[in-house]
């Protein structure tokens, strides 16, 4: 398949993905959760650096939200954190040392603990993120950029509903992370969603 048919799939079916994804998300609630990882990487879109926020559910592995910019600063972590809240409020946020998350894990997350970890030298590591974030920059590496900013935050977010939804996790029992988050669907309806795209 082409790169044109697949930005053109993406494109037709990326909303469809959405509301699936919006529907079934409204029944999460993850506040139980003792941690909440954050952390950003680096994509290119017409050759121009971008940055994109994640943050996931230490627990489930349930990819909360995510945030493209071409900025990396702390209005960045508020946009990620204003998305996430959505879900509840964490015992804990993690994430490295970036001054950008300090404010706005305060400001929003006032409950949470804010963890701030240093690679291979902390009791708490943000591997949870950095393991996702290996398994979206292998996902990335085929894509070898992105052509605009709007077919960027459609693929970022097909690869999300496809990582929450469709994947089974070996370190999850072989369940999605929405499923371990509480969702409840089959394989069926899974292969559904599939076959819709």
């Not at 290119?44 to 071409?70: A, M, N, Q």
């Not at 706005?104 to 950095?130: G, L, P, Q, T, Y």
């Not at 693929?155 to 070996?170: G, K, M, Y």
Request: aromatic letters at 16%.
């Amino acid at each position: 398949m082409s790169h044109v048919s697949v930005a053109s799939r993406v494109r037709k079916f990326a909303p469809l993905f959405g509301a699936i994804s919006r529907k079934l998300s409204s029944s999460i609630d993850l506040s139980s959760s003792d941690e909440w990882h954050a952390n950003e990487t680096v994509v290119k879109i017409c050759g121009k650096k971008y940055y994109v926020w994640f943050i996931i559910d230490s627990e489930t592995r349930f990819i909360i939200g995510f945030h493209l910019s071409p900025y990396r600063n702390s209005q960045q972590a508020f946009s990620l954190f204003n998305k996430a809240r959505e879900f509840g409020s964490p015992g804990a946020i993690v994430t490295d040392r970036y001054s950008a998350y300090k404010i706005a894990a305060k400001s929003i997350f006032n409950n949470a603990k804010h963890i701030r970890v240093a690679s291979f030298k902390d009791d708490i590591s943000n591997n949870i993120i950095e393991s996702f974030n290996d398994a979206f920059k292998d996902w990335y590496k085929t894509k070898r950029g992105f052509n605009s900013f709007e077919s960027a935050n459609n693929l970022i977010a097909t690869f999300v509903f496809f990582f929450n939804f469709i994947r089974p996790h070996s370190s999850l029992n072989n369940l999605t992370p929405a499923q371990v988050a509480g969702v409840k669907y089959d394989d069926r309806t899974r292969s559904n969603w599939l076959l819709s795209a």
